[in-house]
Antibody
Framework: EVQLVESGGGLVQPGGSLRLSCAASGFSFSTYWMQWVRQAPGKGLEWVAAIKEDGSEKYYVDSVKGRFTISRDNAKNSLYLQMNSLRVEDTAVYYC????????????WGQGTLVTVSS | EIVLTQSPATLSLSPGERATLSCRASQSVSSYLAWYQQKRGQAPRLLIYDASNRATGIPARFSGSGSGTDFTLTISSLEPEDFAVYYCQHRTTFGQGTKVEIK
């Protein structure tokens, strides 16, 4: 059974940092692109970042470029999102998701982890 | 950048009724469009990919159609568990969502 389990969310002050993790199981993690998608409270879905199977390509939404870093450890079946210089507008539930098509369709999603940026 | 516009924003229907949701792309996306369902407090669930293919385990009452710029998600007969928010997606862009609520 495919499982994605996020962790690492919490309350952080503006300007602070957090590192999100996503533990994958039930599939061959190293053969899939992975991505992070977020959802601000009461809002829609927003794609955040994606990473190639071997980590050699990474893509970000403009609003997080230079502040967030997506990475993965295929030996540990884990996906990460390092978030620095956090802003109030980064407050959201962050989902990790498995990518199954060339146009970024995700067939499995984690349950999400809440990041709250507030003073 | 492609923009996806969903309509209506809210659809008020009764169980057993037919739901028709629209997603319009600002430029052609061929058949590369997916639909997701999201219930309150849950992660999105893939329903349809490549515009018209049901994902694994999705009931036959869900169907997708369209190509180019105009797409439709149809729920033939609403079940109580179908009342949720539905999103279309192409690459890194999501539509703003359509909420299907109980009338």
């Amino acid at each position: 059974e495919v499982q994605l389990v996020e962790s690492g969310g919490g309350l952080v002050q503006p300007g602070g940092s957090l590192r999100l993790s996503c533990a994958a199981s039930g599939f061959s993690f190293s053969t899939y692109w992975m991505q992070w998608v977020r959802q601000a409270p009461g809002k829609g879905l927003e794609w955040v970042a994606a990473i190639k199977e071997d980590g050699s390509e990474k893509y970000y939404v403009d609003s997080v470029k230079g502040r967030f870093t997506i990475s993965r450890d295929n030996a540990k079946n884990s996906l990460y999102l390092q978030m620095n210089s956090l802003r109030v507008e980064d407050t959201a539930v962050y989902y990790c998701a498995r990518v199954v098509s060339h146009y970024d369709v995700s067939d499995y999603w984690g349950q999400g982890t809440l990041v709250t940026v507030s003073s | 950048e492609i923009v996806l516009t969903q309509s209506p924003a809210t659809l008020s229907l009764s169980p057993g009724e037919r739901a028709t949701l629209s997603c319009r792309a600002s430029q052609s996306v061929s058949s590369y469009l997916a639909w997701y369902q999201q219930k309150r407090g849950q992660a999105p669930r893939l329903l349809i990919y490549d515009a018209s293919n049901r994902a694994t385990g999705i009931p036959a009452r869900f169907s997708g159609s369209g190509s180019g710029t105009d797409f439709t998600l149809t729920i033939s007969s609403l079940e109580p568990e179908d009342f949720a928010v539905y999103y279309c997606q192409h690459r890194t862009t999501f539509g703003q969502g359509t909420k299907v609520e109980i009338k």
